[in-house]
């Protein structure tokens, strides 16, 4: 990757981990939220250099078209956020530190002690359709594994905000009737 690609490739980069860092470090959910948004970007775009279209386009839409969409709202749509202190307290500061530290020596060393091939850029096809066989093939059984878990899980989900909020209408039922 040499020009005008190699420059592509470290601006998303750089907005990647800029985003990633707000996250982790911002005070303000809604600030964290909106970094999200750009770390959810920069991997997209990252996936699009890397001629991986399908997986740049799903990144698109399911994380920043979806998820982000929906966190964006619950935020923004709950009224006494800053109230609940719900913000990124950034505990834990310096064993995080550590840990960023220690990896990044570890991707480094590893980086550098591999033997990186001197291949040519390969010419970018379309994948969806290898992708798509591949579903509906030899991997429609994990697929479908997949598919069920991430179904009992939400479905999990829904009855674990149904139990609090059962609890949060007897508390202020109780509290009513002290008043």
């Known amino acids: 990757?040499?020009?005008?690609?190699?420059?592509?490739?470290?601006?998303?980069?750089?907005?990647?981990?800029?985003?990633?860092?707000?996250?982790?470090?911002?005070?303000?959910?809604?600030?964290?939220?909106?970094?999200?948004?750009?770390?959810?970007?920069?991997?997209?775009?990252?996936?699009?250099?890397?001629?991986?279209?399908?997986?740049?386009?799903?990144?698109?839409?399911?994380?920043?078209?979806?998820?982000?969409?929906?966190?964006?709202?619950?935020?923004?749509?709950?009224?006494?956020?800053?109230?609940?202190?719900?913000?990124?307290?950034s505990m834990g500061l310096v064993p995080g530190i550590v840990m960023m530290v220690g990896v990044t020596v570890l991707l480094v060393t590893a980086a550098l002690r591999t033997p990186w091939p001197g291949a040519s850029p390969a010419t970018p096809t379309h994948t969806t359709a290898a992708i798509g066989d591949a579903l509906l093939g030899p991997y429609v059984l994990p697929f479908e594994v997949i598919s069920i878990l991430l179904f009992a899980a939400l479905l999990g989900a829904v009855t674990l905000a149904k139990s609090e909020k059962k609890t949060d209408d007897t508390t202020s039922a109780v509290d009513w009737i002290r008043k």
């Open 1 to 89: 990757m040499t020009g005008i690609g190699a420059i592509v490739f470290l601006l998303l980069v750089a907005l990647t981990l800029g985003g990633a860092v707000v996250v982790a470090f911002s005070h303000n959910i809604v600030r964290s939220a909106f970094a999200l948004l750009a770390t959810f970007l920069g991997v997209a775009g990252l996936y699009a250099t890397l001629s991986a279209d399908f997986v740049a386009v799903t990144q698109m839409l399911v994380y920043v078209g979806g998820i982000l969409i929906v966190i964006l709202f619950a935020v923004m749509l709950t009224s006494r956020i800053g109230e609940v202190g719900a913000s990124n307290p």
